[in-house]
């Protein structure tokens, strides 16, 4: 069983920035794969993005493109999200996930995360709250 602890949640004002951290228990098969998903007041559960831990492959949701990242420490322990240029519609609480993915499915796998649904992702962490502000 693998847990996951997020941190970095908080408010902000449209445009601001906000980087989120979630940390593994330990790095084993059951965290090959790591991301972000997010939930919105009245809104179903979405992958934000995701990223292959061993290899670094990763994946955005389109909606997110060009203002959050990705990232990951040496130990591959760890996930980051950097959150920038903000909008009121981020608000939400965001969740870390990790998955037994394949690592040999590179990039697909990391977008397996990102688009296959609350499904595709085995273990959840508490999920720590982001509020974005007009």
């Known amino acids: 069983q693998v847990q996951l602890v997020e941190s970095g949640g908080g408010s902000v004002q449209a445009g601001g920035s906000l980087r989120l951290s979630c940390a593994a228990s330990?790095?084993?098969?059951?965290?090959?794969?790591m991301g972000w998903f997010r939930q919105a007041p009245g809104k179903e559960r979405e992958g934000v993005a995701a990223?292959?831990?061993?290899?670094?492959?990763?994946d955005i949701a389109d909606s997110v493109k060009g203002r959050f990242t990705i990232s990951q420490d040496n130990a591959k322990t760890t996930v980051y999200l950097q959150m920038d240029n903000l909008k009121p519609e981020d608000t939400a609480m965001y969740y870390c996930?990790?998955?037994?993915?394949?690592?040999?499915?590179?990039?697909?796998?990391?977008?397996?995360?990102?688009?296959?649904?609350?499904?595709?992702?085995?273990?959840w962490g508490q999920g720590t709250q982001v509020t974005v502000s007009s």
């Open positions: 996930v990790a998955d037994p993915c394949d690592p040999a499915l590179a990039k697909i796998a990391a977008m397996g995360l990102v688009r296959g649904g609350v499904s595709a992702a085995t273990h």
């Open positions: 330990k790095f084993t098969d059951s965290s090959a794969c």
């Open positions: 990223m292959v831990m061993r290899s670094g492959y990763s």
